[in-house]
């Protein structure tokens, strides 16, 4: 459907030329060729946040929460950490950063769906048909970009996947989505110089024409992220994206596969000075099968990335100014399906948490026995970005005005997970 904005302008008109402005920016990430590693500039004492989205629904019964004596327990083992937790026998790289790290282990949310889950994990409200809420991304980097004058990068990248988007902060801090080579994804990336230039000339007749028309908000924006699109193409600064340059012990550190790349250029862009960078790593639907594709598959490339980006950032003074989320939508049931998998559960899950001052090598919560519920309090969606807030310096008492003018607390009025901090 093509709905329309406020001011007549289609969405899929307003994304066809977003989509050519993004084009730019791919050619010039593409081709890099001036773009050293040495105009990365080191921003201590800035607050970041890193969340590695874990797209599917992952089972963190067989993760972080493991039930050994009990028949929900599964095939796998726990085992000993740095921290004062257990965590499965599969994760024995994330097993020696634990003391930097803590798990959330009473999160109770009311989401199962997919979709409706990832609304609501990524903005703190279930979604609502007469707004549009602004994802974590969106919001860290709405508050913390306003003292980063130098930076040229855009506030908001997501590595490997899409994120939410700004919802009523608008699309200057929507999500600027990249692969894990650092290239826009599903379009031109190398334009001849002639095309280039008569695409921006054609882009900048037509905002001038919307704009001198009064054609509103929408339009005004669209021609913010022309410019801004135009700025980074010149900049230095945008051999953040740019993993190759790292020397090749560190690459094969975090992994030669898609989530290790983006890990290393989540701390790239972090080192830069960019407020909020998600990474994704999906394929956590297991709805059968689940003990071979997580033992095989899924956390291999968990445990190395995830390690090595919490040690790296530790060893470059990073760790005390970022926030570092690991989480799903939900969790998955505490029973073995007769697929041996595990279906949608979001009554008694976990998340886990690091950095930016948070209390670290701890379990917050428990589910019972046999993982089928929270025990005493429980946690939510919001309450978690409440407390990532907090983590990173941003006022609880920040409001916001949705398009309808109506007043909407920063992360919906969570409460702070007290034990983290």
């Given at each position: 459907m093509n709905y329309r904005t406020p001011n007549g302008m289609t969405r899929r008109h307003f994304a066809k030329h977003l989509a050519g402005l993004s084009a730019f920016a791919g050619s010039s990430l593409a081709l890099g060729k001036s773009l050293s590693a040495n105009a990365l500039t080191l921003k201590k004492n800035q607050k970041s946040a890193i969340l590695l989205w874990m797209g599917g629904g992952p089972s963190t019964i067989?993760?972080?929460?493991?039930?050994?004596?009990?028949?929900?327990?599964?095939?796998?083992?726990?085992?000993?950490?740095?921290?004062?937790?257990?965590?499965?026998?599969?994760?024995?790289?994330?097993?020696?950063?634990?003391?930097?790290?803590s798990i959330v282990r009473n999160m109770s949310t009311r989401e199962a769906d997919h979709q409706r889950g990832r609304y609501y994990m990524h903005t703190g409200y279930v979604p609502n048909p007469n707004v549009v809420h602004p994802s974590y991304g969106s919001v860290i980097a709405h508050e913390l970009n306003q003292n980063r004058g130098a930076l040229e990068l855009p506030p908001f990248v997501s590595v490997g996947g899409g994120s939410e988007g700004p919802g009523f902060l608008g699309m200057s801090w929507a999500p600027f989505?990249?692969?894990?080579?650092?290239?826009?994804?599903?379009?031109?990336?190398?334009?001849?110089?002639?095309?280039l230039t008569q695409r921006m000339q054609a882009l900048r007749l037509l905002e001038s024409g919307f704009i001198n028309e009064n054609r509103g908000r929408s339009s005004m924006e669209h021609a913010k992220v022309l410019d801004k699109t135009l700025n980074l193409m010149t900049s230095q600064q945008m051999s953040a994206f740019r993993t190759e340059s790292e020397p090749e012990e560190v690459r094969e550190r975090y992994g030669a596969n898609n989530f290790g790349r983006s890990c290393l250029m989540a701390r790239r862009l972090v080192e830069a000075g960019v407020p909020f960078v998600e990474v994704n790593l999906g394929g956590w639907d297991n709805h059968q099968g689940i003990f071979n594709t997580l033992r095989d598959q899924r956390l291999p490339?968990?445990?190395?990335?995830?390690?090595?980006?919490?040690?790296?950032?530790?060893?470059?003074?990073?760790?005390?100014?970022?926030?570092?989320?690991?989480?799903?939508?939900?969790?998955?049931?505490?029973?073995?399906?007769?697929?041996?998998?595990?279906?949608?559960?979001?009554?008694?899950?976990?998340?886990?948490?690091?950095?930016?001052?948070?209390?670290?090598?701890?379990?917050?919560?428990?589910?019972?026995?046999?993982?089928?519920?929270?025990?005493?309090?429980?946690?939510?969606?919001?309450?978690?970005?409440?407390?990532?807030?907090?983590?990173?310096?941003?006022?609880?008492?920040?409001?916001?005005?949705?398009?309808?003018?109506?007043?909407?607390?920063?992360?919906?009025?969570?409460?702070?997970?007290?034990?983290?901090?």
């Open positions: 067989d993760l972080w929460d493991m039930k050994p004596n009990s028949p929900n327990g599964g095939d796998f083992n726990p085992i000993a950490t740095t921290g004062d937790v257990q965590i499965c026998e599969h994760l024995p790289l994330m097993a020696q950063q634990m003391d930097k790290m989505t990249v692969d894990s080579n650092g290239n826009v994804r599903n379009l031109e990336m190398n334009l001849p110089a002639d095309r490339m968990l445990d190395q990335g995830m390690s090595a980006l919490v040690a790296d950032l530790h060893a470059r003074e990073l760790y005390d100014d970022t926030a570092i989320i690991w989480m799903g939508e939900f969790g998955r049931t505490p029973r073995i399906n007769g697929n041996a998998g595990r279906d949608h559960w979001a009554r008694s899950w976990s998340v886990v948490v690091g950095g930016a001052g948070m209390q670290p090598g701890i379990a917050v919560g428990e589910t019972d026995p046999d993982g089928l519920s929270v025990v005493g309090d429980a946690y939510t969606a919001e309450d978690l970005m409440a407390s990532i807030c907090k983590a990173l310096d941003i006022s609880l008492e920040t409001n916001f005005t949705s398009t309808s003018g109506r007043p909407m607390r920063i992360a919906n009025s969570g409460k702070i997970i007290s034990e983290l901090f």
